[in-house]
């Protein structure tokens, strides 16, 4: 048969009808939830730290930890374990473990599964870093016995040899009591142990299904004990499981970051033997582009979105929110549940000594005057920061913590308000001593993330509030490249910043440390030390007694407030189970509620109808 | 000069073509003043102590100077080592091998598509010069490459994903290069990474079906990067042939005008197409990037999106650096075969 242009077209026509029909989408299922997310997960090892949702989701799904949160409570009950025991002070927690728990694998949970998954995450020692919170404790060396001593990411380590793994397994960190007892040594009191063995990084894996697909490392020099090689990733559980939760693992693949669940026949069901998965299958698709995300809850082929604040008014009604404070969904069929406290905050930093790029100190020093500090926390009026910058999703908070955290005290007093004569009274004041007036005045520079247009808005606040003042300072804003911006705060060039930083738990301890303490994370970048504030972090640190370490916790967050070197902004909320990319959700999917601990849901709770 | 010589010479450019993307590349990574290369291998936020990021820092050799550091890279990318990416959690190259697959697949099928489209259109343009038919072939390719490719991504998600969603009619997938439900029930072992041929050769109909219905829409939002080219050269070219004597000599003849065009004019026009169809292939495979993140193409382009996104300045680096090789091997390649199928190129 001879060719004409009208039979290409029909031809043509007929591939393309073909191609339209076929398959339904998988949501048409009522037992089948697709929830599109803005990033899938890189890696479901829970050795691996990770600052992705999607990582956690699949972990808290899979995998199950000793103790845990039932439902919206943030106080860890027993899950795996059925009870545990503090004892010499808070050096040593017993745990008894339930009988007749199954890996999906089949084989057993017992003490040495316990054993072989915290061992695990200190010798693997991936600088990631969550195997950071039990080496280290962050500010205080040494929680899990031997594990500072051994770790070259987050201790004092400095090889993988096989001697130094077994003086780890030597210390004694992790004890097998008896098939269902065992025991922790610290090397310290703890306070928060029961909160870290709660996160995703105390999930307990299947001995046997790591050692079955484990190969002893080629290297004689490098460490290792069956299942575990020191210092080095495990290939195979990056993108696999064995786990005892309510959800198997049964498809991840890497390249598209997608991810297939499948309910667990014979989950043990729980603490209270009641949790039994309703959806028989999750798929988590890796769906880069927000307007898709979007078109594709519109259209009802998912079940759940990641929306980012930012596009938040595509989804929910601006005005009753900014007048109201109520979230009204615009779209027909999609919810939006929230707002909640997320583990959030954004916070500006005043650094006590500016350095030269040669690291030499800078000659001009504002920051080490607390009046120059109220000063420029006077001059920024964070209430506007928070209804313009962050739509409303962002609450006030008295210390670098959120309220969803243990020990908040909202009671805690600030050293300063937005009041822009008193910035301007200070800052006269202080330019008498520092060298600085109106008709000889000194320059300061702002930095901001380039690729964060919120810093830039913040920045650009303070700037204009100071510089209106004309008491002696001029400031100019720059904004930098992301790499930049890292280094420049990080090597203390800056004299103020803006940030944002998040909590994997709901315990304070990491910004307790981070704020607090002259080693804690940001406080080194601004050289802040206060005798005080480090003596009332490690009584916290090793209470065991909730209200006292909630009231040592509220003295050290006065302590640091008084000295006025970080201006809070706010703590975030958001919508949805918001950790990392808040979501919504089609208003078929029910059972949610909210806990600040998860990373995306625990899709047990969930169902549709 | 013969062929080999200059085959041999083309590549003897292509080292030091290479040689001076390395060196850009790598002093936009390193040599940038104020920027810590060591910034891309920390997770910001996350607590790591002062030791470990100086034992860090020597182990990439970034405390040596910047020449001795260049050294160390360029002897690194020779060796396979482009580094780690955070975004990918694995190596770079593997990273961008493993998705390289499905990048050259939607690529390749964006060329076919704007060939199967241009050289038609750019045919009745030539012989219907200045027109009503020229005119709309040429406002319909300027217009569909002036319009942002992912805006036509969205529009094209629309018509043929949303719209019938909402009608209960059935569509086109709006993301994904294969339906999850497909990839469970059928699942493919991969013989090529390209999913159209494993599932051909594995006789894997439910995935070759669910993969076709997932190309179309980035194809077509894709090949119109390239279209709009192919379009107006091949009219160019097909207007320079159409005034030739042996064209005369045809007509004269009294052959009939379909015949004149197919075996005459079209055989002689079509050379410098195929050639810009090979170079708009390299050109779209970095051209993905766009396309990819709005269909959720798991290829080389999403990946370095979420590089971009993730600070991961590693990755990026090195999917430039992929590109930038790829081109110029691409380049060499479509000369290399210009000079084999046309007799009047010499060397």
């Known amino acids: 048969m001879r060719s004409t242009p009208l039979s290409t077209v029909v031809q043509a026509a007929i591939v393309a009808l073909a191609l339209t029909v076929v398959t339904p989408f998988a949501t048409a299922q009522q037992n089948t939830l697709v929830w599109d997310i803005a990033a899938g997960p890189q890696y479901v090892d829970p050795v691996m730290g990770t600052s992705a949702q999607a990582n956690v989701m699949v972990l808290q799904n899979v995998y199950e930890r000793l103790v845990w949160y039932d439902g919206a409570s943030t106080q860890p009950i027993p899950w795996l374990a059925t009870g545990w025991e503090a004892k010499d002070g808070g050096r040593r927690f017993v745990f008894k473990l339930r009988k007749g728990i199954k890996f999906h694998d089949g084989t057993e949970l017992d003490a040495n599964a316990v054993k072989f998954s915290f061992d695990r995450a200190v010798l693997i020692d991936d600088p990631t870093g969550i195997g950071s919170f039990f080496p280290t404790g962050t500010a205080a060396p040494g929680i899990l016995k031997g594990a500072w001593e051994f770790s070259k990411s987050f201790g004092v380590g400095k090889e993988y040899s096989q001697a130094s793994v077994d003086k780890y397994l030597a210390a004694g960190a992790v004890k097998v009591l008896d098939p269902q007892t065992v025991e922790f040594n610290l090397a310290q009191p703890y306070g928060a142990f029961l909160t870290d063995v709660a996160t995703f990084m105390g999930s307990i894996v299947s001995p046997a299904y790591v050692i079955k697909n484990w190969t002893k490392p080629a290297d004689a020099s490098r460490g290792s004990t069956p299942g575990i090689t020191a210092g080095q990733r495990d290939e195979w559980m990056l993108a696999n499981a064995s786990g005892t939760g309510p959800y198997i693992l049964e498809r991840f693949d890497k390249a598209t970051a997608n991810v297939v669940l499948k309910a667990n026949p014979s989950y043990w069901g729980g603490p209270a033997g009641k949790i039994k998965p309703k959806l028989q299958t999750v798929v988590v698709r890796a769906t880069l582009d927000q307007a898709t995300r979007l078109l594709n809850l519109r259209a009802g082929s998912v079940d759940i979105a990641d929306i980012s604040t930012a596009a938040i008014f595509d989804v929910i009604d601006k005005k009753k929110w900014l007048d109201e404070g109520k979230i009204a969904p615009v779209i027909p069929g999609v919810s939006v549940p929230g707002p909640h406290p997320w583990l959030t905050i954004y916070f500006a930093k005043m650094n006590l000594k500016i350095k030269n790029p040669d690291g030499s100190l800078s000659a001009f020093q504002p920051f080490a005057d607390i009046r120059v500090r109220k000063a420029f926390a006077s001059a920024i009026d964070t209430a506007d920061i928070r209804r313009n910058v962050f739509n409303g999703f962002a609450e006030p908070t008295s210390w670098g913590m959120t309220p969803a955290q243990f020990g908040y005290d909202p009671n805690v007093k600030a050293a300063y308000a937005f009041n822009v004569d008193t910035a301007k009274r200070l800052l006269l004041e202080a330019g008498k001593d520092l060298g600085f007036a109106p008709d000889k005045p000194k320059e300061l520079l702002v930095i901001y993330n380039a690729a964060a247009p919120w810093q830039g808005y913040i920045a650009t606040q303070v700037a204009a509030n100071v510089n209106k003042l004309n008491a002696g300072l001029k400031l100019d804003v720059k904004a930098l490249s992301f790499t930049e911006y890292v280094n420049s705060w990080r090597s203390q060039l800056t004299s103020f910043s803006i940030h944002s930083t998040f909590s994997l738990t709901a315990d304070p301890n990491s910004w307790l440390s981070a704020f607090g303490t002259t080693a804690g994370f940001w406080a080194r970048t601004n050289s802040y030390s206060n005798p005080k504030a480090d003596e009332l972090f490690m009584q916290q640190f090793q209470a065991l007694d909730p209200k006292r370490r909630a009231k040592v916790i509220s003295d050290l967050m006065q302590v640091v407030n008084d000295d006025a070197i970080w201006v809070w902004i706010g703590a975030a909320t958001a919508y949805g189970q918001p950790t990392f990319n808040p979501n919504v959700l089609r208003a078929s999917v029910k059972g949610v509620y909210y806990n600040p601990t998860y990373q995306g849901f625990y899709f047990p709770a969930l169902w549709k109808e | ?347």
């Open chain 2, 1 to 347: 000069m013969g062929f080999l010589s200059y085959v041999l010479r083309r590549l003897g450019f292509l080292g030091l073509v290479l040689l001076g993307v390395s060196m850009v590349v790598f002093f936009v990574l390193r040599g940038m003043p104020g920027v810590d290369p060591l910034a891309a291998y920390i997770a910001p936020g996350l607590p790591i102590s002062q030791e470990a990021l100086s034992s860090l820092r020597k182990q990439l050799h970034l405390d040596e100077p910047l020449p001795v550091q260049y050294f160390y890279y360029v002897a690194n990318l020779l060796r396979g080592d482009w580094g780690y990416s955070r975004t990918a959690a694995q190596p770079v190259l593997d990273a961008l091998l493993g998705r390289l697959p499905a990048t050259v697949e939607l690529a390749i099928f964006a060329v076919v598509l704007s060939v199967a489209i241009g050289v038609p259109a750019g045919v009745i343009a030539a012989l219907r010069k200045d027109r009503a038919p020229d005119i709309a072939v040429r406002v319909v390719s300027i217009t569909g490459i002036s319009f942002p490719v992912f805006w036509l991504g969205i529009i094209l998600q629309l018509v043929f994903f949303y719209y019938p969603a909402t009608l209960g009619l059935p569509g086109l997938p709006s993301r994904g290069r294969v339906a999850e439900e497909i990839a469970l029930l059928s699942p493919l072992a991969p013989v090529t990474g390209f999913h159209l041929i494993d599932s051909l050769v594995r006789g894997n109909v439910p995935f070759f079906v669910s993969t076709l219905r997932h190309l179309v829409l980035p194809a077509i939002a894709l090949s119109l990067i390239s279209l709009a080219a192919i379009v107006r050269i091949m009219r160019a070219s097909m207007l320079e042939v159409l005034r030739q004597d042996y064209i005369l000599l045809a007509r004269s003849k009294g052959l009939p005008l379909r015949i004149v065009i197919v075996r005459h004019a079209l055989r002689n026009a079509i050379t410098p197409v195929l050639t810009t169809a090979g170079t708009t292939l390299g050109i779209l495979l970095g051209g993905a990037v766009v396309v990819e993140t709005v269909f959720s193409w798991p290829g080389m382009g999403s990946l370095a999106a979420q590089g971009i996104l993730n600070n991961d300045s590693v990755l990026v680096v090195g999917f430039t650096l992929f590109v930038a090789t790829m081109m110029v091997v691409v380049n060499l390649a479509v000369d290399v075969l210009y000079a084999v199928v046309d007799p009047r190129v010499r060397y």
